[in-house]
């Protein structure tokens, strides 16, 4: 069941534009049934009418348990074949960490498959896996193939580098023990949103420089890239960048406060705690080294706040030769992703995930 018409997939899919920027190819995926640029999806729309109307506004200080429950929300499940929901631990340096594989119960079991791990977002504190588990389980249909979903343990509680080892980790055990998962070891990719995004970079960086090599592909959905808008050389958060029509703008500073100074300060409050500089390429991968990286994929909403950098670290990437590609999905906000079933847009990027995998 879903809440549009297929025809609106067909639209997104085969409807791409394109966008120079300082030499910088971005694919463009237009609203399918929108009414011109610089304005909000309409279902986005909708939703942020009601966040305004009911008062919803930064600044309450709600407790990190008021804010764990808010998160995520309903979605829907698409699959049209049976999928096998397969329960692992995985023994790392500080826990052990739950991690969920699917694949579809009608591929053959004896054959080694291509492999997905997925990691969540939540701003590091939130989030959980069963939040984006129907978003993994179409993943597995579309692209034939396992996907891994990352119970990766939250900060404050589990501050850096907690969730980075624990993910590196995992990769480590799945490519391990890839014979008896059923996984072609030599077609390994990860991807993951916002925070699950930077810990997806932060793993690839970490893949490359320990010289495992584990990884052929990221994929990274809205990523966060760095907690900090300064001392970066050749970045600058221009917010003119985003332009939203007269009648909209009253939205524009809510959906475009994450990646903000303000942002930034309570994310390393919570996640990294004064224990690190918010500069290391472990936290901040805008920072790191980014020659002999992995293929890397950047799928970014037009109206959200950490777009500007995920722009900026696909530059980086391309300027270190390093194979990229980016999509930005016009009229949607950060998050959009979790919408699978209400968004057509959730489900093209499922689409797009299954592509990549397939030209592993």
């Known amino acids: ?42 279902r986005v729309l909708m939703e942020q009418e009601s966040f305004f109307k009911k008062g919803v506004e930064r600044g309450n200080e709600p407790s990190i348990e008021e804010l764990r429950d808010n998160m995520g929300g309903f979605n829907y499940n698409l699959n049209t074949v049976e999928i096998y929901t397969k329960y692992l631990e995985v023994e790392t340096n500080s826990s052990k960490v739950p991690v969920w594989a699917y694949f579809p119960r009608s591929s053959q079991r004896d054959r080694n498959r291509k492999a997905l791990l997925y990691v969540h977002g939540g701003a590091f504190f939130g989030g959980t896996v069963f939040a984006v588990e129907n978003n993994c389980r179409l993943i597995a249909e579309r692209a034939d193939c396992i996907v891994f979903n990352i119970d990766y343990s939250l900060a404050p509680e589990n501050p850096y580098p907690i969730p980075c080892n624990q993910v590196y980790e995992a990769l480590k055990y799945i490519y391990t023990h890839s014979e008896e998962l059923g996984v072609d070891k030599r077609k390994i990719a990860m991807s993951g949103d916002s925070a699950g995004g930077n810990l997806t970079a932060v793993c690839a960086q970490m893949d490359r420089d320990k010289k495992t090599n584990y990884l052929k592909l990221e994929i990274l959905l809205y990523p966060k890239l760095t907690f900090t808008n300064h001392e970066l050389p050749g970045y600058w958060r221009n917010i003119d960048a985003f332009y939203l029509v007269e009648e909209q703008k ?7 406060h994450i990646g903000s ?59 270190a030769k390093v194979p990229v590609r980016i999509i930005r999905y016009e009229g949607m906000t950060h998050g959009f992703f979790d919408k699978l079933g209400i968004f057509p847009q959730a489900e093209s990027v499922v689409n797009e995930i299954a592509c990549e995998l397939k030209r592993l």
């Open 261 to 319: 100074d303000e942002s930034n300060e309570g994310d390393a409050r919570v996640y990294v705690q004064g224990r690190e500089d918010i500069k290391h390429p472990y936290i901040s991968p805008t920072f790191g080294v980014k020659q002999e990286l992995c293929k890397t994929v950047i799928i970014l909403a037009e109206y959200d706040g950490l777009r500007l950098e995920g722009e900026f670290y696909g530059k980086q990437l391309k300027e």
């Open 250 to 256: 009253k939205y524009l500073e809510r959906i475009i």
């Open 1 to 42: 069941m879903k809440e549009y018409q297929q025809e609106l997939i067909r639209k997104l899919d085969n409807g791409t534009g394109y966008l120079d920027i300082d030499g910088l190819r971005i694919e463009i995926k237009k609203v399918p049934d929108g009414s011109g640029s610089g304005k909000l999806d309409p």
